[in-house]
């Protein structure tokens, strides 16, 4: 039964979508890495996208809830988003997002194809 009420859970994604100041991109990118690696609880993954060619970025972090965002705001990630605030060229806009449909590759190939 705790498998079907796991299955009925859905995750949540923290999407934030900006632009960098012209050739901050890589900076941005270590300091959002080293963000990223001080998550612990609740904590599914994070993306990190970039616009090829340019400065402009998606971040999206997946969370099993919204709250384990805020209790992973540490000093060390707050001081990290300190020093990541000045590459922006504007505010970033963020959004929370209900994660509805997640399809695993592995579960779709066709039963010809063997798994790699």
Not at 56 to 78: P, T
Request: a negative charge; hydrophobic letters at 40%.
């Amino acid at each position: 039964m705790s498998e079907f009420l796991d299955f009925l859970k859905h995750k949540y994604a923290y999407v934030a979508i900006g632009e960098f100041k012209p050739g901050c991109f890589a900076e941005a990118q270590r300091l959002y890495e080293q963000a990223v690696s001080t998550y612990t609880h609740g904590f599914k993954g994070a993306f990190l996208l970039q616009k090829p060619g340019t400065d402009e970025g998606i971040a999206i972090i997946l969370w099993e809830r919204i709250e384990d965002m805020q209790e992973n705001q540490s000093e060390a990630y707050q001081s990290i988003m300190r020093e990541m605030g000045h590459l922006f060229a504007n505010p970033p806009e963020t959004s929370f997002y209900e994660v509805c449909s997640e399809i695993d590759p592995q579960a779709v190939l066709p039963a010809s194809e063997p798994a790699p």
